[in-house]
């Protein structure tokens, strides 16, 4: 009898231990060669499963010669024009033994394309495909703005993919339903819960006129769902028993799935990279084993895959090493722990039921009130306008001491982290990249058959304008050659163009407590001025994470600024502008793609250019020391980091760099 055995029987479990979840790495960056090399190195070191991260410009449709691609290009994952690029992703890697997560929403139906052509250039068998296309459009508006058209006709793409995978790819899943994001914009448990499932229920009705009853169920089954996972394990985990009910009600009383199995909640993790510190970062390894226990401990809502982010996340991207280390943690639960030997640890547990209940009865109640607004889509503008709203509380609640963060408003003294080495901790990319990429995309564009792809751009926009399914036209497009941005082009022809709203408000609320000394700066500075003091907050480039920046407009906004902040998605051409129609006594930038040198100095260089020197510029965002100091050197006046977290301090710095007098700006 070996150890194991033995351990199991003085333990009184001599059951058979469950397969371990898949173990994977959200990866992917600089070119579809270096991602790939990165892919089979994680692969040949034990991770069982492939988890892309593509660049924004891919993300959002664009192709990476785009003026809006400028500084993004391979920054947040790996760029995807065209077949010859996702060919060159998945080299030596045989798709129909992988199981592939593709973080992709707004082109899911072109990225899944290019997979199924490249797939069939390999000689796989389609229908044995194995993997998810996260395709959730609806979180987008939300909280990471990579959308590309507006909901309605975005709800149709989910559909349009998750019609064609039933049919032609039944073993993938079509869509991951995404909450991970809504906790990223401040959720609390119950909006997840509840902005998640009306989701869901979004796409669910879009589908079931799509399919013959007896097959809905079916189709069901294959919906998935990507969630997050805080440091609030205990509540996390009773969150997550609390998807497993509610999913299983909403398919049970309103589908009338009968059969059990289409009812499972099946997901997928990656734990929170909110709660990650840039101070004191060696203290993430911690933050992150614990938020993996709350998807892993309970049998019942187990994981079925999990990645997770790495210790330096806060600081940059993550060095190969970095990522093998938390896939090493992973393995360490799965492997050496005594974990899957046993049945669900939490059944009966007093405590964790009365916790599930009242979550489950909070999200009812939430449910309840999106369906009196017409569902999710018709909502986006109340559930944004919310997220915003608990994510300024949350950062009340931190600021405050209510909340504490070691090493952030507690325990701060230190010694310096030997982990930080010479590169910095963190892995850059070359901006060398950005023109390489772009010359391969030339010569493909050169040597393609030009009169096939307008052909299958013809087809693709015609299909998208009669309301068929654009699967099939897709995939004609993407072996003929077209691109990414040109596939995008199309759907923004036929759809048009969309500006998501904000979540925040131009009218000061009444929630001013603790501001007063702030808001009677303001009125003074703006007696100084002769009209209110006005900020422009803004977002260039592709960035859609813009929470910070919501809440710098928010708080300002409560402090008696005069506030613009339009969204996501401008041009340095486009602030500047904004920046000289409106007078703007101050210019504050949030990036936070890691584009922060070529944005910022492109809009310096429009300043000069506009006679706009004396309005200082502020930026924010993931920010290395050694960027800091060039951004200072090209004129930047404040340079702000996440352990800049007091946001009064910020209000404090616009203010004084608003006074009419150059010299109280120093």
């Not at 990579?146 to 989910?158: D, E």
């Not at 963060?405 to 901790?425: I, R």
């Not at 925040?504 to 501001?515: A, D, F, Q, Y």
């Not at 506030?563 to 500047?576: A, F, H, N, S």
Request: aromatic residues 6%.
């Amino acid at each position: 009898m070996s150890q194991a055995q033995k351990d199991r029987q003085e333990s009184g479990s001599d059951r058979q231990a469950d397969r371990p979840w898949l173990i994977r790495t959200y990866a992917g960056h600089s070119t579809a060669a270096a991602s790939n090399a990165l892919y089979r190195s994680n692969l040949a070191k034990g991770q069982t499963g492939l988890s892309v991260a593509f660049d924004l410009p891919t993300q959002t449709g664009y192709d990476s010669d785009h003026v809006l691609s400028r500084g993004e290009v391979g920054k947040v994952g790996v760029p995807v024009c065209h077949l010859g690029d996702m060919r060159a992703l998945f080299k030596d890697i045989p798709l129909e033994q992988m199981n592939t997560s593709m973080t992709i929403n707004a082109t899911a139906p072109w990225l899944l394309a290019l997979y199924i052509a490249v797939a069939e250039e390999q000689g796989a068998d389609v229908s044995a495909l194995q993997g998810t296309v996260q395709n959730d459009l609806i979180k987008e508006y939300l909280s990471r703005g990579t959308y590309v058209c507006p909901p309605a006709p975005s709800l149709k793409m989910i559909g349009d993919v998750a019609e064609y995978c039933y049919t032609h790819v039944p073993k993938w899943n079509p869509m991951n339903v995404c909450s991970y994001h809504l906790q990223e914009a401040g959720a609390t448990p119950e909006q997840e819960l509840a902005f998640a499932l009306a989701t869901a229920v979004a796409v669910l009705d879009e589908l079931k006129p799509r399919v013959p009853a007896e097959d809905f169920p079916a189709l069901c089954g294959r919906i998935s769902f990507f969630v997050n996972a805080g440091i609030r394990f205990v509540t996390e985990m009773c969150k997550m028993r609390a998807f497993v009910d509610l999913w299983d009600e909403i398919l049970l009383e309103r589908y009338g799935v009968t059969d059990a199995k289409f009812r499972r909640f099946r997901y997928g993790v990656q734990v929170n990279s909110l709660g990650l510190t840039e101070q004191q970062p060696e203290n993430n390894v911690y933050r992150i084993l614990i938020e993996m226990l709350a998807v892993t401990l309970s049998k019942k809502a187990r994981a079925r895959a999990v990645q997770l982010p790495a210790w330096n996340e806060a600081l940059g991207l993550p060095r190969p090493w970095d990522q093998q280390w938390s896939m090493r943690m992973q393995q360490i639960m799965a492997f050496e722990t005594d974990l899957l030997e046993y049945d669900d640890l939490f059944d009966g547990n007093p405590a964790v039921d009365a916790k599930v209940e009242a979550l489950k009865t909070g999200t009812r109640q939430e449910l309840a009130g999106l369906d009196g607004m017409g569902g999710a889509i018709k909502a986006i503008d109340y559930m944004k306008a919310q997220l915003v709203t608990s994510n300024a509380e949350r950062l009340g609640r931190i600021e405050a001491g209510e909340t504490v963060v070691v090493g952030v408003n507690k325990y701060t003294q230190t010694e310096p982290s030997p982990l930080m080495s010479a590169d910095g901790g963190i892995m850059t990319v070359d901006p060398a990249t950005e023109a390489e990429q772009i010359s391969r995309l030339t010569e493909w564009r050169a040597a393609r058959d030009e009169a096939a792809v307008r052909s299958a751009l013809a087809a693709l926009r015609e299909a998208a304008a009669m309301g068929q399914n654009i699967m099939p036209a897709s995939i004609v497009a993407a072996k003929a050659g077209a691109t990414t941005g040109e596939w995008a082009a199309q759907m923004r022809a036929v759809h048009g163009e969309y500006r998501g709203p904000t979540g925040v408000s131009p009218s000061p609320s009444n929630k001013t407590e603790g501001l007063d000394d702030l808001r009677a700066a303001v009125d003074q500075v703006s007696d100084k001025l002769g009209r209110r003091l006005a900020f422009l907050i803004g977002k260039p480039g592709l960035d859609g994470h813009s929470n910070g920046a919501e809440q710098i407009a928010y708080r300002a906004r409560d402090c008696g600024m005069s506030i613009t902040y339009d969204g996501i998605r401008l041009t340095p051409e486009e602030l500047v502008s904004a920046a000289q129609e409106q007078g703007s006594h101050v210019v504050g930038l949030s990036i936070l793609s890691g584009s922060h040198i070529p944005l910022v100095e492109e809009l310096m260089q429009r300043m000069e250019a506009a006679g706009l020197t004396h309005i200082p510029v502020i930026v924010g965002g993931i920010i290395p020391d050694e960027d800091a100091k060039r951004l200072l050197a090209m004129g930047v006046a404040r340079v702000y980091t996440p352990k800049d977290f007091e946001l009064n301090t910020i209000m404090k710095d616009v203010i004084t760099l608003a006074e009419p007098k150059a010299e109280a700006a120093e």
